[in-house]
C-alpha cells in the first residue's frame, strides 16, 4: 500500500508559478512510477507529466512542454511538479499517482494509487 497526499496548490494569476509536491507514504517509493494528471469540471481526467523510478526520464503531455518539470527526490520519498508560466486553461484539480507498471504511461487505470488532489486556479 501507498498513500500519497498532495500540497501547493494555490490562485495565481496567468503567467505566475507554483510548486506541487506528492509526499508517499511506504518503504518502496523509488518502485514506482510516477506521474501527475489533472481534471477540471466536465472533463476527463488528463495526463500532465510523469517520471521513471529513478527519476532519468521524464514524459509531458504537449500542452505544458516547456512550462512544467516533474522531478523526485526518492531520499526523501517525494515528486514534484514545478510550473511556470501558468494560463488559465492549466486550472484543475492536480493529481498525483503511482505505478507498479505502466505501458503507455499516460492512461489513467495503469495507476494504482492516488492522491486526493489539489486545486490550481489560474485567473486572467
Known amino acids: 500500500q501507498v498513500q500519497l497526499v498532495e500540497s501547493g496548490g494555490g490562485l495565481v494569476q496567468a503567467g505566475g508559478s507554483l510548486r506541487l509536491s506528492c509526499a508517499a507514504s511506504g518503504r518502496t517509493f523509488s518502485s514506482y512510477f510516477m506521474g501527475w494528471f489533472r481534471q477540471a469540471p466536465g472533463k476527463e481526467r488528463e495526463f500532465v507529466a510523469a517520471i521513471t523510478r529513478r527519476g532519468i526520464s521524464t514524459y509531458y503531455v504537449d500542452s505544458v512542454k516547456g512550462r512544467f518539470t516533474i522531478s523526485r527526490d526518492n531520499a526523501k520519498n517525494t515528486v514534484y511538479l514545478q510550473m511556470n508560466s501558468l494560463k488559465p486553461e492549466d486550472t484543475a484539480v492536480y493529481y498525483c499517482?503511482?505505478?507498479?507498471?505502466?505501458?503507455?504511461?499516460?492512461?489513467?487505470?495503469?495507476?494504482?494509487?492516488w492522491g486526493q488532489g489539489t486545486q490550481v486556479t489560474v485567473s486572467s
Open positions: 499517482a503511482a505505478a507498479r507498471t505502466v505501458y503507455s504511461r499516460n492512461h489513467p487505470d495503469e495507476y494504482d494509487y
